[in-house]
């Protein structure tokens, strides 16, 4: 499977509400009539990341896309913990690692009509992604 998209969600959960796991969206999404969990992983409240669908199983998290990509979902709404930040770095670093050509994204950036997972997910990878270095000119003044 070729992953062109790594593709960040939120659980649509208030911000307030108990901790929701991995197991709390297998059995929405079950509801709905689907196999399963479509994310491949879930990050709880506390930082906590969960295993979804396994990475060789196709998604279920973005309409056309699904085939091309992995989701990860964070709990919560709009106001995530500085612990699910940090968590959903390291998944994206581990995906990077073993599909370095995918793009982060988030789910608002490949469907127009969605607002999830509630902030700029590209800005925020391009301030964050540990990967970028600054480039220094040694012939420069400081």
């Given at each position: 499977?070729?992953i ?5 969600h ?13 197991a709390?969206v297998?059995?929405w ?20 990341v ?8 196709q998604?279920?998290h ?6 091309v990509?992995?989701g990860v979902?964070?709990?919560g709404?709009?106001l995530?913990?500085?612990e ?8 994206l ?13 988030g789910?608002?950036d490949?469907?127009?009509?969605k607002?999830?997972?509630n902030?700029?997910v590209?800005q925020?990878?391009?301030?964050n992604?540990?990967?970028?270095t600054?480039?220094i000119n ?5």
């Amino acid at each position: 499977m070729k992953i062109k998209y790594l593709v960040v969600h939120c659980a649509d959960t208030p911000d307030s509400a108990p901790h929701y796991t991995a197991a709390d969206v297998h059995a929405w999404h079950k509801a709905r009539g689907w196999d399963g969990i479509g994310y491949h992983a879930v990050i709880g409240r506390d930082g906590t990341v969960e295993a979804g669908r396994p990475e060789y199983w196709q998604g279920a998290h973005v309409a056309s896309h699904n085939s091309v990509s992995l989701g990860v979902c964070l709990i919560g709404r709009k106001l995530f913990a500085l612990e699910q930040y940090r968590t959903l770095k390291t998944v994206l670093l581990d995906w990077i690692e073993r599909y370095p050509d995918a793009e982060v994204v988030g789910h608002r950036d490949l469907d127009s009509l969605k607002m999830c997972p509630n902030f700029d997910v590209r800005q925020w990878w391009a301030e964050n992604d540990p990967r970028k270095t600054l480039e220094i000119n040694p012939c420069s003044k400081p």
